[in-house]
């Protein structure tokens, strides 16, 4: 590609890789000067001048340069993620490839999914975790007590012949009762090449009344007591804990546990008879997650939604929206790392950033943060993701607009970037 200083050309070449890009990726290797763009930082954005070089950005200038991206003065900012979804799955290529674009049309690069089939990741190899698609971490199987979460799900699979029983136990899940069946069937998971481990926990203040009756048949789960020498093995194992959790009493057991992720902010599905006040986070907690630096991904979305549709009808709706509003916002006030996940199969975090954004509590700052910054690390901690700076993945979207002045502009992308190969226009 040839250089020069008129703007005109640069401009002709920017939108020549707007536009002309479609179905394929700018040749891998090379080396990019992106001029003129506005960066995010962290806390807000400056204009700042980045080389894209073996997939890096770097401050200096490399050896070589092939072209020059002249962004014409638009705002950079890290990839989003997806902190919890079981919708990466395998139902064939036409179906994948929907959904892979999806998540890169909403600027989604990572995904989460907490409890799989441990075929998938071997079925969607070479379709994911390459420059031109998502990025996916697995846990595979979960491990949950007998007749626990999520058995239900599990079982009309089953009956719907989408799934075989092999599919159930020692597949999706591991149930285990005692510590005795754990050590044996975590070194059969451990065989699966989990990316993380998915513990789940339920309603635990009531563990010994609902472990034996059926009426609690999915509504159930580890014992809490076992919680904590089991992820002690796991980290000895050297795998991450992510957590499912239901009530306040569960976030606490698992917090004193050392799980390093909790997935659902307490409350996600809360249920009225129970009492709303069993949901709320205590302060204490919240001090003590972020003390520890647990990543808690929200899947507050469908709560949300579904208080906007039914709070004129329905009178108790007004509580379970305080308690929700209180529990983000505890978190949120102590500095808890608060990750984006949606846990709806047929959304992407999209629903999940906008739902907490129409709950009004949080800036749009806040929001970026979380989206971009906190989902990234959490999903891939081992790498250098979430941020924009020298020596970190390059891998970026550019965005129409200022997304802290209008978060409209998030979903207003007019270039997306990945370990510095230009993505084809979705
Ligand atoms: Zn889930």
Redesign the pocket.
Same mark, same amino acid.
């Given at each position: 590609m040839r250089h020069t200083k008129t703007g005109l050309f640069i401009q002709f070449l920017v939108l020549n890789l707007f536009f002309n890009t479609y179905g394929q990726t700018q040749g891998s290797g090379k080396t990019y000067l992106v001029i003129n763009g506005i960066w995010f930082t962290g806390n807000g954005f400056v204009k700042q001048t980045f080389y894209c070089s073996n997939g890096i950005l770097a401050a200096k200038k490399p050896n070589r340069v092939d072209s020059i991206i002249d962004l014409a003065g638009k705002y950079v900012i890290p990839p989003f993620g997806e902190a +919890?979804n +079981?919708n990466v799955e395998w139902y064939g290529e036409e179906r994948f490839y929907k959904l892979r674009d999806r998540y890169l049309k909403d600027g989604i690069f990572y995904v989460k999914n907490? =409890?799989n089939l441990p075929k998938v990741p071997g079925q969607l190899a070479g379709r994911i975790n390459t420059p031109q698609s998502i990025d996916v971490s697995f846990s595979n199987g979960s491990i949950t007590a007998p007749q626990g979460h999520p058995l239900g799900l599990v079982k009309r699979n089953i009956d719907r012949e989408v799934w075989t029983i092999a599919d159930g136990e020692g597949g999706f899940y591991y149930s285990v009762d005692n510590l005795k069946e754990f050590y044996t069937k975590w070194e059969t998971l451990k065989k699966t090449k989990p990316g993380f481990i998915k513990l789940y926990l339920l309603y635990s203040e009531e563990y010994a009344k609902r472990r034996t009756d059926s009426n609690f048949f999915a509504w159930k789960g580890l014992n809490p007591a076992m919680l904590k020498t089991m992820i002690e093995k796991i980290h000895k194992d050297g795998y991450r804990v992510a957590v +499912?959790v239901e009530t306040s009493a569960d976030f606490h057991t698992a917090l004193l546990a050392g799980a390093d992720e909790i =997935?659902h902010t307490p409350g996600f599905r809360a249920k009225e008879d129970y009492g709303f006040e069993n949901y709320k986070i205590a302060e204490a907690d919240a001090k003590l997650a972020a003390r520890k630096k647990i990543a808690v991904v929200t899947?507050m979305g469908t709560a949300i939604d579904n208080i906007f549709k039914t709070i004129d009808s329905l009178p108790y709706k007004a509580t379970e929206k305080e308690m929700i509003i209180h529990n983000l916002l505890v978190l949120h006030k102590n500095k808890v790392r608060l990750a984006i996940g949606s846990?709806a199969y047929g959304q992407t975090a999209r629903f999940e950033i906008d739902h907490l954004k129409k709950l009004g509590i949080f800036d749009n700052l806040t929001l970026l943060k979380m989206w971009c910054e906190t989902t990234a690390q959490t999903i891939f901690p081992g790498r250098k993701i979430g941020y924009l700076k020298e020596g970190y993945e390059a891998s970026f979207l550019v965005l129409e607009g200022n997304p802290v002045e209008d978060f409209k502009y998030t979903e207003r992308i007019m270039m997306r970037v990945k370990s510095g190969l230009i993505m084809r226009n979705l």
């Open positions: +919890h +079981h907490p =409890n +499912h =997935n899947t846990d």
